[in-house]
């Protein structure tokens, strides 16, 4: 642990950045509200205003050691790839998380990182989103439980995190346009809700804002967001800083309290800024709040080096392997083919097993200090033959080839044991493109299919970042869901196939049978610029247990190598009063003959409402670790957040009357104990506008414009039409047009060249495709650096729409006159 950890953070700051920012000229203060390069805060030297470096996370330090770049394409230094979020949580575990950010902060403090970017907080609305793996679950409680404890840990030695991406980015496709269009009572419980829990219990230096709109509204400048629930709600301390490129006008930014924009700007956005100051356009003490709380970060953050201490490589990999065991999840197991004999003689059959996924594409893609492979692990651990091994597919195409397959299907005849390493390649799941479907590629699914066929005591063990489909599940006698295990990951992999580790990881997100059984399927990613969240709070298993449609995997699913049983419920009252707390306690039990963790969990189910609600919600968790024939009294406690809705009447939570169903169970579908409490309030029942949500029919949901129109409390309104364009038109929308076309054509050459960007691979050539068709036309401004002004862009967009009288008239005015034409 480092040395010297400053008290508090920004906010121990506040009192010396306010009296520093009052001795500052507009310029000065305008000047620290964007970046000085793509990682570094603005300076200023003559009152000894630190530059400090934010990069990002969220499962490892990204710190490039070359050409800086957001999407994770030039190279980084060494440094720890712990699990994925959607790995982490299925751990369920805070203690671990907690352990993690304590081991990235060391890391940060090393490398003089101030701000890491993560934890990601999105929740798992589709299977599909691109960025799924850098997420934590499809509910709010565990998202927010698990991101709070990586807080923590973070900031204990004295580094800031980020949550990210606020709010409502669920989604790569248009995501730097797209319109997210959801009602308050969904936003509040679904989409902001583990936003609030994390900010709240942790206090995080930071908040990201998202690329995307939301109601309208880019949450860059979401006045209602970033202020009134942020800050006045929550009680948010800390500084709003942009996704990399997401401020989309930095005047009407400041105003709602966006305080940092990122990467720079070249200085475009500070004159716009002072520029605004001296119009009347801007307030002064907006500026200042702004320029205050980056003061605040910077002073905060200054100095790390100082106080670093050596770092243990070795411990932190010995904390990724432990972190990645206790995050596999045992699918299946029939007949206990799980765990393996050591003597056993095992084919390995996969290229996953010795050329490992361990993490996925973008953002986040982390430089290991070193690389476990399972099949090096699983030789380690074989103390009979050796086992043999099989490619089966190629690990980057996985092109169909039977003669991979053939060679495969040998070696599993010859084995009493088959463990067949499938799942996803980077290409089919990456920041910057959604995944196209939830099949596995074919050559996976044959190749495990074949196997199976040829040795019925197969294993299957999954690498991937989401849930994929499985035609296959009944032929394997085993599952494995790896997730994406980080660098140790394969060397994890090989102690729980081998029972040196008890499984204990419980699906953090629901296993659809098929993507078409997905709630928010027929509405993503939307239509043009817009989608609409039409399923409301039916998200992952709420849909799935209330509409009782089978699944492949439950949420909250997970077996283990030994059993465990609920018996002795009881509460602390007869009923629950608004304001008090409850506590439930029970008897756990391992029944087994090995030691190992349950993750036990409650849901509340109510049996009568005045408004929708889903069947049942995740209200309180905890792991238990239990030596084999040892019981333990469990308490779980419940307050109002356990009972209540959001009232968009009254723009309240409320807690309503009327009798609720406490389910104690080892997921969403399998549940223990059940108890029957009274909950008593003064909350009056809701009635018409405010009761109706989506309907659930034997076909899946129904919402019709007059239910949703309900939802949103106004009318549906239609995406808005792609002409004429403007500085939020994609560089593919203006491909219409034979200019447009041309632009199309040098933008991603300069974008790479920009970002000193050489040879790609297939997965982020694809993602840098991606990135840059998407991209509005404002974003040339801030990815030139200044070196093209808003200008330039307005003469173009004249251009585009053959107004080019307007284009020449624009053209000859003299420069500098950028300020104060705001974008769309």
């Not at 106004?714 to 939020?728: A, D, F, I, L």
Request: hydrophobic fraction near 40%.
């Amino acid at each position: 642990m480092s040395e010297a950890i400053p008290p508090s953070g920004p906010a121990a700051e506040h009192a010396r950045a306010a009296e520093l920012v009052g001795r500052m000229s507009v310029d000065e203060k305008a000047a620290l509200c964007s970046g000085k390069t793509f990682w570094h805060l603005e300076a200023n030297e003559r009152l000894g205003v630190p530059s400090i470096m934010l990069t990002d996370g969220p499962h490892g330090l990204r710190k490039q050691s070359t050409a800086g770049d957001h999407v994770g394409l030039n190279a980084s230094v060494p440094a720890t790839c712990f699990p994925t979020a959607s790995a982490l949580a299925s751990s369920w575990d805070r203690d671990l998380l907690r352990q993690i950010g304590v081991a990235l902060g060391e890391q940060c403090v090393a490398e003089d990182v101030a701000v890491l970017l993560g934890p990601g907080m999105n929740i798992k609305r589709h299977p599909l989103c691109g960025r799924n793996f850098e997420y934590f679950s499809e509910d709010p409680l565990l998202t927010g439980e698990m991101a709070a404890a990586l807080v923590e840990g973070l900031q204990s030695e004295g580094v800031g995190a980020s949550l990210k991406h606020f709010a409502a980015n669920n989604q790569e496709a248009a995501r730097i346009v797209v319109d997210a269009i959801v009602d308050e009572r969904t936003l509040r419980e679904i989409y902001l809700r583990g936003f609030e829990l994390a900010v709240r219990k942790a206090q995080p230096w930071t908040v990201m804002c998202a690329y995307n709109r939301l109601n309208g509204v880019y949450c860059s400048e979401h006045e209602w967001l970033l202020n009134r629930v942020l800050r006045d709600e929550w009680g948010f301390e800390g500084l709003v800083v942009t996704d990399w490129g997401a401020a989309n006008d930095r005047v009407l930014g400041i105003r709602a309290g966006l305080d940092l924009e990122m990467p720079a700007s070249g200085g475009v956005n500070n004159r716009r800024l002072a520029g605004a100051v001296r119009a009347g356009m801007l307030a002064e003490e907006d500026l200042d709040r702004a320029a205050t709380r980056n003061v605040a970060l910077a002073l905060a953050g200054a100095g790390l080096r100082e106080r670093a201490a050596a770092l243990d490589h070795d411990a932190h990999h010995a904390l990724a392997r432990r972190a990645a065991a206790e995050s596999v999840v045992l699918l299946k197991n029939a007949d206990d083919l799980l765990p393996l004999s050591p003597d056993a003689n095992v084919a390995v059959i996969g290229a996953f097993a010795q050329t490992p996924r361990y993490q996925g594409a973008g953002s986040s893609q982390v430089t290991p200090t070193r690389i476990d492979c399972a099949f090096d692990a699983i030789r380690a651990v074989a103390s009979g033959s050796p086992p043999t091994y099989a490619a089966g597919y190629d690990p980057v195409r996985s092109a169909r080839d039977d003669a991979l397959i053939a060679e495969a299907v040998a070696a599993a005849e010859a084995a009493s044991v088959a463990v067949v390493f499938a799942g996803l390649p980077g290409i089919y799941e990456s920041e910057g493109f959604d995944r196209e479907h939830m099949r596995l590629p074919e050559q996976h699914d044959r190749l495990i299919e074949a196997v199976c066929a040829a040795n019925p005591n197969t294993v299957v063990v999954l690498s991937n970042g989401a849930p994929v489909e499985m035609p296959w599940v009944a032929a394997p006698g085993a599952i494995v869901e790896g997730y994406l295990g980080g660098q140790a990951g394969g060397a994890a992999v090989a102690e729980v196939l081998f029972g040196i580790v008890n499984p204990s990881g419980k699906l953090a997100e629901t296993f659809p049978l098929r993507q078409s059984d997905v709630p928010a399927d027929r509405w993503f990613p939307g239509s043009g610029r817009q989608v609409q969240y039409r399923e409301g709070l039916y998200v992952g298993y709420r849909y799935f247990d209330s509409a009782g449609v089978p699944v492949l995997f439950p949420f909250g699913h997970g077996l283990s190598y030994t059993t465990f049983e609920y018996a002795n419920l009881a509460f602390s009252s007869a009923g629950f009063e608004q304001g008090g707390r409850l506590d439930v306690t029970f008897d756990l039990t391992n029944t087994g003959d090995r030691d190992g963790s349950e993750v036990v969990q409650l849901y509340v189910h109510h049996l009568e409402s005045s408004v929708y609600r889903p069947a049942q919600e995740l209200r309180a968790f905890t792991r238990v670790r239990l030596a084999a024939g040892k019981t333990e009294r469990v308490t779980l406690t419940l307050d109002d957040s356990a009972f209540s809705f959001y009232d968009t009447r009254g723009g309240r939570w409320a807690v309503e009357a009327g009798d609720v169903e406490v389910r104690i169970g080892a997921s969403s579908r399998d549940i223990r104990l059940t108890g029957r409490q009274p909950i008593r309030s003064s909350h009056a029942p809701v009635a018409g506008k405010g009761r109706s949500g989506p309907q659930l029919t034997s076909s899946g949901l129904e919402v019709s414009d007059a239910v949703f129109g309900d939802m949103l409390g106004r009318p549906v309104t239609p995406p808005e039409p792609s002409r004429p364009y403007h500085v939020n038109s994609t560089i593919t929308e203006i491909a219409e047009t034979w200019l447009g076309r041309q632009i199309q054509r040098r933008v991603a050459r300069q974008f790479q060249r920009m970002l000193g960007v050489t040879d790609l691979d297939e997965t982020n050539a694809r993602m840098f495709e991606e990135m840059a068709h998407n991209m509005p036309l404002r974003s040339l401004v801030l990815f030139s650096r200044g070196r093209l002004g808003f200008r330039a862009v307005d003469a173009l967009l004249a251009a585009l729409n053959g107004r080019f009288g307007r284009m020449l008239r624009i053209l000859v005015r003299r420069s500098g006159d950028d300020f104060p034409a705001p974008p769309r």
